[in-house]
Each structure stands twice: as C-alpha cells, then as structure tokens.
C-alpha cells in the first residue's frame, strides 16, 4: 500500500478563498482523523471518523472548517472562507481500529498539505 | 497550561551522544504513553508506546515513564545525525477514545 495520500502537498491561496484538502487513507482502515500543525499550537485534533461517520468534531474551529467522508477510501477538508490564521499543516492519518494504541493499530499519517493563506 | 507540555527546542547535540527528550502532563487518567518522531515535511511516524511506569527499550530507543511525577522520557544512545527530526511525546487516558493529545514536540539537531 502506498500509504496515506494527502493532495496538495502544498496550497497558496488568497484571504477569503475556498480551501479543499484531500486525503486518501489506507485500505482497509475504519478510523480517519483530521489533525492541524503549527509552531504555537503543535498537533491538534480537528475531527475524526469511523466507518465513514464523524464521530468528534469538537476541535474544529469555527463553522468555517467542514469534513466529509463520502467513503472509505476519500476524506475531504474543506475552509471557506480561508483566513491566514488558517495557515499551517493538514495531517490526515487513519488506523484499523481505535488507532494509536498499540504498533499494530498505530495511525499512519500522510505527509501533509502546507497551507498559506495570504 | 496544556495538558501535555513539551519543550520546544531546538536541542542539538554531537553524534553519539545520549539524548534525553521529555514531556510532563497533568491529568492522572493519562495511562498511555506514545513518543512520535517525525521528520523535515513529514507526518509524525509511531516510535514507541508504552502503557506503564518504568522502562521500555528498542534498540538504542528507550522510554521512561513515572506516572507519580506524571513525566516521561525518550533516551536516544549513540546518537546518530539520521535521529535528527522532531519528537513529540503522545498520551491519552484508558478509557474511552483512544485519541491521543499530542506535545508541541522537540526539535532534535545530532551533527556529525
């Protein structure tokens, strides 16, 4: 398996522009997050799913911020409108399983989208 | 103050020597302990996980964990520049989501 995909790897947008960021988790995997980086805040939750349905959301911040996950193999984030304090990494990881726990339910994470917003 | 607090660094240091990276946390339901390492453009990558106080190893890799003082360790011997990367500590509580919450991570410079 090639792993978790992310798309883009990197977005420039302007202020008040919409923002989608994709992510393709691995086969097989129920469990989908959402995670955000930054230099301040570090890695934050944002909302994570299982079997396709969100189960906490509570760490997305504002109403700008949505997910879906119209199926197992295809998650999307979307911002709209974009602001630059929405600047940062996107994670998405998925896991078999209530992830994270042990080596082989671990979440495996893709390799971001690098977000600017000017 | 955050849960789980993790100074930032950077800490750098000369090939081969022992690094000790640390995290302390505040909320006593916390009884799993994970240690993330990721690299430059990255996403984190699991390292290590333990579920109790004591001493874990894996190789030059070993985790510490004393519940008491709610503060754990990643010890890194023989130090090489392939163990330059950010490490961040993860903890989550045993019941319910298994959801971690993550530390800021510390930034680790090992040069030849």
């Known amino acids: 398996d090639a792993g978790v995909i992310q798309s883009p790897r990197h977005e420039v947008t302007e202020m008040g522009q919409e923002v989608t960021l994709r992510c393709k988790p691995i086969?097989?995997?129920?469990?989908l997050f959402w995670y955000r980086q930054t230099m301040m805040r570090g890695l934050e939750l944002l909302i994570y799913?299982?079997?396709?349905?969100?189960?906490?959301d509570s760490g997305m911040p504002e109403d700008r911020f949505s997910a879906k996950m119209p199926n197992a193999s295809f998650s999307t984030l979307k911002i709209q409108p974009s602001e630059p304090r929405d600047s940062a990494v996107y994670f998405c990881?998925?896991?078999f399983g209530q992830g994270i726990l042990r080596k082989n339910t671990e979440a495996f994470f893709g390799q971001g989208t690098r977000l600017t917003v000017v | 103050q955050k849960e789980v607090e993790q100074d930032p660094g950077p800490l750098s240091v000369p090939e081969g020597a022992i690094v000790s990276l640390n995290c302390t946390y505040s909320?006593?339901?916390?009884?799993?302990f994970m240690w993330y390492r990721q690299y430059s453009r990255k996403g984190p990558e699991l390292l290590m996980y333990?579920?109790?106080?004591g001493n874990k190893e894996d190789g030059r890799f070993t985790a510490q964990v004393d519940k008491s003082s709610k503060y754990i360790s990643l010890f890194i011997r023989d130090s090489q520049p392939s163990d330059s990367a950010t490490y961040l500590c993860?903890?989550?509580?045993?019941?319910?989501?298994?959801?971690?919450?993550f530390g800021r991570g510390t930034s680790l410079i090992v040069h030849p």
């Open positions: 990881a998925s896991s």
């Open positions: 086969s097989g995997h129920d469990y």
């Open positions: 799913f299982n079997n396709n349905v969100p189960i906490d």
């Open positions: 909320n006593s339901a916390f009884q799993y």
């Open positions: 333990t579920y109790s106080s």
């Open positions: 993860a903890i989550h509580a045993s019941g319910g989501s298994y959801i971690p919450t």
